[in-house]
């Protein structure tokens, strides 16, 4: 499966087919999910697929499924979930299908370890795009370094087009970095960026993994560059 075209091309859509999708492709998804290598092997996650039935939330898209995420108490749980399910995201793009993550939706029945849901099924009309239309930061205002795999990540979706990460590139090594808020009434309106950083690292794994390179993540307990301001560490892909 290439995952790594739809990193370019993806859209998220709130314009779906109501229409199920075929009951194989759902298993498929769940099969897939369960052989991709997760960030870090002690974090715990889970998911189920609903529908529209079983889920509440304000001005919700009218998707035949909805993946609800959730995960047990682990200082970069939000991370790992970003990690795994952004590689479910582009699974489905890559056969056609569409998504949207919602950090609005909720599952009916209350669940304390739950995360953020993704609503997903066939597009009403195209979700794809141009790279040139996506609306990004600059890598100059997202990295210190180069690396060819950080386009990919600069792409990544993320609540509110925050876009809250930065990557310093030290030799081999990309470190990784997240706002804890993203300022202002934003911050009041969302607090999921160290679940978007996740996504960017899936993106850069994905674009690593095209180029024939290992992606191992782990936290470093010492020789890391400082921050740059606002930001904090998350992590070193090595
Ligand atoms: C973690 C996360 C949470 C999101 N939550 C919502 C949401 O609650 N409602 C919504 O309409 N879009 C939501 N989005 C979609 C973003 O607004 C969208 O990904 C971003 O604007 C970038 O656009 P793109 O996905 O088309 O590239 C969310 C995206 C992410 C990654």
């Known amino acids: 499966m290439d995952l790594y075209s739809p990193i370019f091309t993806r859209a998220s859509t709130r314009k779906f087919d109501p229409s199920p ?12 999910l369960a052989v991709v290598k997760p960030l870090l092997p002690d974090v715990e996650l889970k998911h189920e697929i609903v529908s529209g039935r079983d889920v509440k939330g304000m001005a919700l898209p009218k998707a035949p499924h909805f993946l609800l995420i959730s995960g047990k108490k682990h200082p970069l749980r939000n991370t790992a979930a970003g990690y795994l399910y952004q590689h479910a995201e582009l699974w489905l793009y890559a056969q056609g299908y569409a998504t949207r993550w919602l950090a609005g939706v909720k599952p009916k029945e ?11 099924g066939k597009p009403a009309e195209p979700a794809v795009r141009k790279t040139e239309e996506f609306k990004r930061k600059a890598m100059s205002e997202i990295t210190g370094g180069r690396d060819s795999r950080l386009e990919a990540a600069r792409l990544a ?7 809250p990460w930065y990557f310093i590139v030290d030799g081999g090594k990309i470190h990784t970095y997240y706002k804890p808020n993203l300022g202002g009434l934003l911050s009041k309106m969302y607090n999921l ?21 290992t992606f191992e993540f782990a936290v470093m307990e010492e020789g890391v560059p400082a921050p740059p301001s606002g930001f904090s560490y998350v992590g070193t892909v090595k």
Do not use: W
């Not at 999708?21 to 897939?32: Q, T, V």
């Not at 979706?157 to 876009?163: A, R, V």
């Open 21 to 32: 999708l075929p009951k194989d492709i759902l298993s498929k998804l769940g099969d897939f």
């Open 110 to 120: 209350p669940d304390p370890d739950y995360i953020i849901g993704i609503a997903f």
């Open 157 to 163: 979706p993320s609540g509110m087009n925050g876009q």
């Open 193 to 213: 960026t160290n679940l978007d950083v996740g996504i960017a690292l899936c993106h850069l794994a994905v674009a690593g993994e095209h180029e024939g390179r």
